[in-house]
């Protein structure tokens, strides 16, 4: 085995070297903070969070909604950098995926789970909770924006639907990344640095410095950031031979039980490797604040991120065959890596006409993806024998086998590609009156274009008989090219949507300072398009000299393939109404504040690709095809809530208990088998979350500051459906794929919490801290799918256990620099956050094992 030794240090070394040239322009003094979500604050109380989440400034315990808030000093005491850190101290939010930036994010339970992330790009459901960079939205198709933490001001994570203000997208909720802005009057800088080692794994390392110059004071500021963290793997890729078994699919379909020549072994000795899943982030962002005049500034925004994440993040309970593999390893075959780019321009201008607030953003966010990633253990299953293997009686003469051919395989090696590009373009402008009017409001134009292209390969055919592949004449296709010889299915399509949106909210105090209603609404217009193709091989093999000649070259829409040419079929639907919400706020003291709130959500609908090809044995052969679109599905918030401080600004407690109603859930069904060798989309039951949340901190004496928060939720599937025939009867041969009624949520575990406790306290002429967490996940299920199976015929419905992790975490500090050591999973669980079968075989996706780590901090400027 080796082990990786790649270089990664090339921006860390520029910006040590840049943060020291600065730090020597500028004069060292103690760097004061803001104090957001979970800081004591600089006493013995609470400081008081200011929030954006209604698109003004206020206290968070003025905002009738759930809000979960980490402050940028927060994220560092938590040692937070990317959203796989944030997760475990968000109660109620969940991930699914296959690694960083290749998940989808869950709020209140609200998945049904995900299916391979090969492809979806083009042909998956839209998330149903926004990303948002300040002011810019980037969500796509089970990739969420990895935005690596570096000078954020804070995270805002919002609950239930926010369509009002923050459109389709944030159908169960929205997660907003707030930068720090350049300040006007301050010269200031800061320099973090970490190590850290993983228990069986490589080591870390990560930096980033920040720079705030004010260029003409009071008039125009710079501030610019840069980053380069290097994550060391922890999965190893253990040495494996492939063979393939008289119980595999293709040998019992095909051969008759009897394993046919050139069946293996195939080794994996070239992509050995120990802790080969490494992730690096590298980026950077500049930002430019003009000053106008008293009344108006305007704000540029450039984001640069690379991430590179090689190998990958799961570990295999057990190998194709059965077989249970090592802890912490996977059996793989061919390289897998995920290069993940994006590039963020936003504009954003603040300013008054008259008493009215008048707001414009404005976004171009480009994102681009290359992955590959092993499949090899598909040649066990259905269809593979007809890529990589001749059957008894090959070659086919004249219609006629050729006698005493007892049939012949090829490599089972296989693997996929996707090449995936994005934009994402918004324009929004809002206008609002004075905060402190009895009636206030505001009102706004939102415009969106999304576009994504996506070109994904699988290159599983391994028998030289086949004609290559082509995309069909006028698919607009993105490649245009004829594939490679071994491509035997590739998809080449390009969706999105344009959307085009009024929206307003307006509060009315009832009582002054004491009962306020909020009302709100957006109209929305959302033209959903897609076009493209996908093509396969069937039908594109050379069988010999038989009746009707062979193939034509190249291989699309000619001669049974199935080609399909998705730009032919006008693929575009139009989704227009209204969604609303409204808010009855009761300030019963000046300390405590209950709301109740009613909300709606949705995301869009989309398109399946169709031509899907149905084995004569399956229950849907000639009675049943997957619809061309499916629809929108939709979600209504029904929840009371309370925010509350005691004790002198001493404790806090804030929770809310809720229903939420999604309705025409979207689903993703794949089973060869059974419905055919393609993903498809449909409408499926409607389900109910009953749940509750808290969170509370509590400040007993000066310097000890106790967080805790935790959630509930119950879900369930409150209708059902089946498949039908054409003619609308039911197929009674299949069982429901979605389950029998009562069925609970994917991703959807019953309890989530943690607490952790902070002692800050003098040392000599230092100050010092002591922290410690425990986090705790409930169990859940990988899926609400019931009909997909394993090739051995085991459920995908896989559970997913409930697991247990403390961390604990010492530091020292004086005047402008701190440093801290600190430990996470210092128990060391295999905490497992999402399984599943997408590659043929049993996918575990669990936290990094224990780590301890150092990490260091210097400020220097600043107020």
């Given amino acids: 085995m080796t082990t990786n030794t790649k270089p990664r240090r090339t921006l860390l070394v520029d910006a040590a070297v840049a943060a020291c040239i600065l730090a020597a322009r500028v004069a060292s003094a103690d760097q004061s903070t803001t104090a957001s979500a979970g800081d004591a604050g600089s006493g013995d109380v609470l400081a008081e969070v200011t929030v954006t989440a209604e698109r003004r400034t206020e206290n968070l315990q003025d905002v009738p909604i759930t809000i979960q808030a980490l402050s940028g000093e927060t994220l560092q005491e938590l040692h937070v950098d990317t959203f796989e850190d944030m997760v475990k101290f968000l109660p109620n939010v969940s991930v699914s995926g296959t690694g960083p930036g290749q998940s989808n994010i869950y709020m209140r339970g609200l998945s049904t789970g995900q299916t391979g992330i090969q492809g979806s790009g083009g042909v998956g459901q839209f998330p149903n909770v926004a990303v948002y960079l300040d002011e810019q939205s980037g969500q796509l198709p089970d990739r969420n924006l990895d935005i690596y933490s570096a000078d954020i001001e804070r995270v805002e994570v919002l609950e239930g639907p926010q369509g009002t203000l923050f459109g389709a997208g944030a159908q169960a909720g929205v997660v907003r990344y707030i930068t720090n802005k350049p300040k006007l009057d301050v010269e200031e800088g800061a320099v973090n640095a970490g190590y850290s080692l993983t228990t069986g794994g490589d080591p870390s390392t990560n930096v980033d410095a920040m720079i705030n110059v004010p260029v003409i004071p009071g008039v125009f500021a710079v501030r610019a950031v840069i980053y380069d963290d290097a994550r060391g793997g922890y999965i190893n890729n253990i040495p494996g031979t492939f063979t393939r078994e008289p119980t595999d699919k293709v040998v019992t379909g095909y051969f008759g039980g009897v394993v046919p020549p050139n069946s293996g072994p195939l080794n994996n000795n070239a992509e050995v490797q120990n802790a080969f899943n490494p992730v690096t982030y590298k980026g950077g962002r500049l930002e430019a604040l003009w000053q106008v005049n008293d009344s108006w500034n305007a704000l540029v925004t450039e984001a640069v991120q690379n991430m590179d994440a090689e190998g ?8 194709g065959e059965g077989k249970t593999l090592p802890d912490l390893s996977v059996q793989l075959y061919n390289p897998s890596y995920d290069k993940d780019m994006f590039e963020d321009t936003q504009l954003t201008i603040n300013g008054r006409i008259a ?39 090959y070659p086919f003469v004249g219609g006629k086998p050729t006698a005493g051919s007892t049939g012949y395989c090829y490599s089972p090696s296989g693997f996929w590609t996707d090449h995936q590009s994005s934009t994402h373009q918004s324009h929004e402008l809002r206008v609002s009156t004075p905060d402190d009017w009895r009636l206030r409001g505001l009102v706004g134009l ?134 609303s919400r409204a808010n009855l706020t009761w300030h019963v003291t000046d300390d405590a504040m209950l709301y109740y709130t009613w909300s709606q959500g949705f995301r869009p609908g989309g398109f399946n ?59 993703g069904i794949f089973d060869p088998s059974v419905t055919g060798n393609l993903t498809f989309d449909t409408n499926g039951p409607n389900f109910r979350v009953i749940g509750s949340e ?14 805790a ?22 197929i009674p041969a299949l069982a429901n794929p979605f389950g029998p009624i009562g069925t609970p949520l994917a ?16 040392l000599a002429d230092y100050q010092a ?50 440093a801290q050591l600190y430990g996470e999973n210092m128990n060391n669980q295999r905490g497992l956050n999402y399984s599943t079968y997408t590659q043929y075989v049993k996918s575990d996706f669990i936290i990094r094992p224990q780590t301890y780590g150092l990490r260091f901090s210097y400020a220097f400027g600043g107020k």
């Fill in 769 to 818: 801290f002591g922290q410690v967490g425990v986090n705790h996940v409930g169990g859940s299920y990988s899926t609400t799918n019931f009909l997909q199976t394993t090739l051995q015929g085991a459920p995908q419905r896989f559970y997913d256990p409930a697991y247990t992790t403390w961390d604990i975490a010492v530091g020292i500090g004086r005047n402008s620099w701190k």
């Fill in 609 to 667: 690709r169709g031509a899907t090809v149905l084995r004569p044995d399956s229950p849907l052969y000639g009675v049943w095809q997957p619809a061309v679109a499916f629809g929108p599905d939709t979600l209504i918030n029904n929840e009371i809530g309370w925010k509350t401080e005691w004790f002198d600004h001493r404790l806090q407690f804030n929770g809310a208990v809720y229903q939420e109603l999604w309705q025409n859930v979207q689903l």
């Fill in 446 to 579: 939102f415009y969106e274009n999304f576009t994504v292209h996506e070109q994904t390969d699988w290159f599983y055919g391994t028998s030289p008989n086949f004609v290559q592949i082509v995309p069909p004449a006028g698919s607009n296709s993105n490649n245009p090219d004829v594939r490679p010889l071994g491509d035997s299915f590739f998809d080449d399509i390009t969706r999105g949507y344009k959307q085009k949106a009024a929206f307003t909210s307006i509060d009315f105090d009832i009582v002054p300072k004491k009962l306020t209603l909020t009302l709100g609404t957006r109209w929305y217009n959302i033209e959903d398009f897609e076009g493209g193709s996908n093509v396969g091989s069937f039908g594109c093999e050379i069988y010999g000299p038989y009746d009707g000649g062979v193939p034509a070259y190249p291989c699309g829409t000619q001669d049974g393939s199935n080609g399909n040419n998705l730009t032919a079929q006008s693929l575009d639907k139009t989704y227009a109404g209204f969604k």
């Fill in 355 to 393: 008493a009215l607030k008048v707001v414009y953003s404005g976004g171009f966010l480009v994102r681009r993806v290359n992955e590959s990633q092993d499949y090899t253990n598909y040649s066990r299953g259905t269809y593979a024998g007809y890529y990589q293997c001749n059957y008894p009686g």
């Fill in 747 to 762: 991703q959807s575990p019953p309890f989530q919490g943690n607490i952790r406790t902070r002692y800050e306290f003098p």
């Fill in 709 to 730: 928060s935790g959630s509930w939720n119950s879900s369930e599937s409150t209708s059902t459906l089946n498949l039908k025939e054409n003619n609308g009867s039911p």
């Fill in 312 to 319: 990958v993040d799961w570990e295999e309970a057990y190998d």
């Fill in 694 to 707: 808290f969170s509370a901190i509590v400040v007993p004496t000066r310097g000890l500051t106790v967080t």
